[in-house]
């Protein structure tokens, strides 16, 4: 984001799996996930998983997928995780943290104003300076 530039979904998920155990199942899942791009998030779901059984090898694939396809699209990216099913506030809040560290709160695609004013308030120890 700092130079501008957008990640290339491809290589986005390739260096996150470098960073990975290569024996591992979250490895392979996100090795899928990669060769998922351009397909739908229903199918990206399907075959990755959306969080139900409630462990990273059923996560973590698929929040990669809708972040590295949606990265620059707050709302939809979290939209596609509710239409997933399965643990939405787990792979929300995942999508979320990614897509708003790239995209930023407000402006076009980063984190809708209207859905910040609707929030819980944040506690005092968030905004009070240290």
Same mark, same amino acid.
């Given at each position: +984001?700092?130079?501008?530039? +957008?990640p290339d979904p491809a290589r986005l998920l390739?260096? &996150? ?6 024996? =591992?199942?979250?490895?392979?899942? &996100? ?19 959306? =969080?139900?059984? $409630? ?5 973590? %694939?698929?929040?990669?997928? $809708? ?20 643990? &939405? ?14 995209? =930023?709160? =407000?402006? %076009? ?16 120890? &968030?905004?009070?300076?240290?």
């Open positions: +984001r700092l130079d501008g530039g +957008r390739t260096a &996150v799996a470098g960073a990975l155990d290569p024996a =591992g199942e979250v490895h392979r899942g &996100v090795r899928r996930a990669a060769a998922l791009l351009g397909h739908s998030a229903a199918e990206a779901a399907d075959a990755l998983g959306n =969080g139900s059984r $409630v462990t990273a090898q059923d996560t973590v %694939p698929f929040t990669l997928w $809708v972040a590295a396809t949606l990265l620059h699209d707050y709302p939809a990216a979290i939209r596609a995780c509710v239409e997933a099913g399965g643990d &939405v506030d787990t792979t929300a809040a995942i999508v979320g943290g990614i897509v708003a560290a790239y995209t =930023g709160v =407000g402006g %076009p695609g980063g984190v809708p104003e209207d859905w910040l004013a609707a929030r819980e308030p944040l506690p005092g120890w &968030v905004t009070t300076p240290a």
